[in-house]
């Protein structure tokens, strides 16, 4: 009889547990608050299709980065924990990379940077962007060789 007693209390106490675990496991800090950011990157007058966009934020301790891979058209839309999801208010430093691949003997080689390695790092890039609560455009990239 004390087995039959002892098996429900173990059974619910095990449930109880794998109830809590979620809670256990569970960040206590959600992803930020991020908001829609869209831009163009163009080169020369056209659109630099294929581009990677990074924005690093200035203060590194505030933010986290975002990332977007420029279209067809010139533009892109960023994203940090999601596709497209956007970018956490704060001021950028935005780097700039743009490098054709080859297949060469079975190995992906990138080619030189279209952009000449001008924006490729945030120590070498000149480019920012203010990401605002709400919906932002940021004004156009229109760079020369």
Not at 94 to 119: A, Q, S
């Amino acid at each position: 009889m004390i087995l039959y007693l002892r098996q429900p209390v173990l059974l619910w106490a095990v449930l109880a547990a794998a109830c809590c675990l979620p809670l256990a496991c569970s960040g206590s800090d959600p992803d930020p608050e991020v908001h829609p950011v869209w831009g163009e990157v163009f080169l020369n007058g056209e659109p630099a299709a294929g581009a990677v966009v990074h924005f690093h934020p200035v203060d590194k301790d505030e933010g986290s980065p975002a990332f977007a891979v420029v279209q067809e058209d010139g533009s892109f839309q960023l994203s940090t924990y999601g596709t497209n999801d956007g970018a956490q208010p704060g001021d950028y430093i935005v780097t700039l990379n743009w490098c054709d691949e080859e297949k060469v003997d079975g190995e992906m080689i990138n080619g030189p940077d279209h952009f000449g390695d001008r924006y490729s790092t945030p120590a070498k890039s000149k480019l920012h962007a203010t990401v605002t609560a709400g919906e932002n455009v940021v004004p156009r990239f229109d760079l020369k060789e």
